[in-house]
């Protein structure tokens, strides 16, 4: 099946289930959507069990699409712009200290905690998996998802300073758990670890080059918009530099998502500022704000419909059971140690830790490192309990964080 005919496929399923959602269910779009997705899903598998051919189908036309390659190398540069193009610079700079060691420390805690404790537990499952592959499944599912994160954050009505820590750690977390998984990578591959020099050279490479090339793409297409007014020509250059920029990045090596944060951060604040007319701003916001939504939907279709191509086995039920609440104590126990060391500088809104831990989704991202593991006895297996997490995290916390924000900021007072 060619490109056009599964982008039809896909589109079509996403603007129906999206009608559905809106009409009957009424959940959160993206969540409605992965509902039903996950649900059709279901019913095609066990449609399979019973001899029927169209699961084989379903399998056929989701194992066509590279998950990995189209959301880390297509959809994530649009997703990343449109979520930092509405983000203010004045706010990030107030919060700065704190999404920074949440975004550093706050990872490679939860790496380790995850990475140690899952070990023990298939320890005793009888699962005998490594260590340094337990740390790999740590260091994917750690960095929580700026896409899954922006689209609650922005509904929720948390604090100001939460949301825009929570954001913040978000778009900027990516890099270090990048770096972590291929540091552990290189160990699995090469059979040594690294020395903590090339680990600090590669988070430097990666966090200071993202952030210089963002910077430098930015500058050039706000002098490109400065010089112009007509509001199609600059909405082209903002694509432009969400498409070029996240390429440049990822052909210097250095962080592709970090290079499409800041360049988005510059346009949506001096850009927006300083160089675009009233007119020009209105088209730009509804035009990122229209396709923003559409790529969420079809990477939470596609998130639901990746079932049907999971690997299944009866141990792997405890196995993601177990995952989920490691995560989750994993989230809890690197917050709470961050946000106490950190009030002896500065003050948390009330609530914070209970609000950075249930708030901190995965999503997209950690499926698609998951799925880019090379073939090994462990793939399978980490593949299904990171889709368990994202499907948990997803659903309960997702559906429940603003609940769970009104009642934490409520009794801690």
Not at 2 to 28: D, H, K
Not at 125 to 154: E, K, Q, Y
Not at 175 to 201: K, N
Not at 204 to 213: C, E, L, M
Request: hydrophobic fraction near 55%; include cysteine; charge should be neutral.
């Amino acid at each position: 099946m060619g490109f056009f005919e599964t982008a039809s496929i896909l589109l079509t399923l996403a603007a129906l289930f999206s009608y559905v959602n809106c009409r009957f269910i009424r959940l959160p779009t993206t969540i409605g959507v992965m509902l039903m997705s996950l649900g059709v899903s279901l019913v095609i598998i066990l449609l399979g069990r019973v001899g029927h051919p169209f699961r084989e189908h379903a399998a056929t036309l989701m194992a066509g699409i590279d998950f990995n390659q189209t959301l880390l190398h297509g959809m994530l540069a649009f997703l990343l712009f449109a979520g930092s193009l509405h983000l203010e610079l004045a706010d990030l700079g107030k919060e700065w200290d704190a999404i920074g060691v949440l975004s550093l420390a706050g990872t490679a805690i939860s790496t380790l905690l995850v990475g140690g404790a899952i070990w023990w537990i298939f320890g005793r499952l009888g699962l005998g998996v490594p260590l340094i592959w337990c740390m790999l499944f740590g260091a994917l599912i750690s960095p929580t998802d700026p896409i899954a994160v922006l689209g609650i954050m922005r509904k929720v009505g948390a604090p100001k300073p939460l949301e825009t820590q929570m954001s913040g750690e978000s778009l900027f977390n990516d890099g270090v758990g990048v770096v972590i998984f291929l540091a552990v990578l290189d160990v699995i591959a090469a059979g040594h670890a690294p020395s903590w020099g090339s680990m600090l050279l590669m988070l430097s490479q990666q966090v200071i080059g993202g952030i210089v090339v963002g910077l430098a793409s930015g500058i050039l297409i706000y002098r490109l918009l400065l010089s112009v007014d007509n509001y199609q020509v600059e909405v082209l250059l903002t694509l432009a530099l969400a498409a070029g920029g996240y390429t440049v990045a990822e052909a210097l090596h250095v962080s592709a998502p970090i290079a499409v944060v800041v360049a988005g951060l510059f346009i949506g604040n001096r850009g927006r500022a300083f160089a675009m007319s009233r007119t020009t701003e209105e088209h730009l916001d509804t035009f990122w704000e229209l396709l923003d939504e559409v790529l969420n939907v079809v990477l939470f279709l596609l998130i639901g419909l990746e079932v049907l191509v999971m690997p299944y086995e009866k141990g792997f039920v405890l196995a993601s059971l177990s995952a989920v609440g490691v995560v989750l104590l994993a989230r809890w126990v690197s917050v709470a140690g961050c946000v106490t060391v950190m009030r002896s500088w500065r003050r948390f809104e009330r609530g914070a830790v209970t609000v950075l831990t249930w708030g901190g989704l995965r999503g997209g991202l950690s499926v698609a490192m998951a799925l880019s593991l090379p073939q090994s006895h462990y793939r399978e297996l980490i593949v299904v309990i990171t889709y368990s997490v994202v499907v948990f995290s997803v659903f309960i916390q997702g559906l429940s964080s603003s609940r769970v924000i009104r009642v934490a900021t409520r009794t801690s007072r």
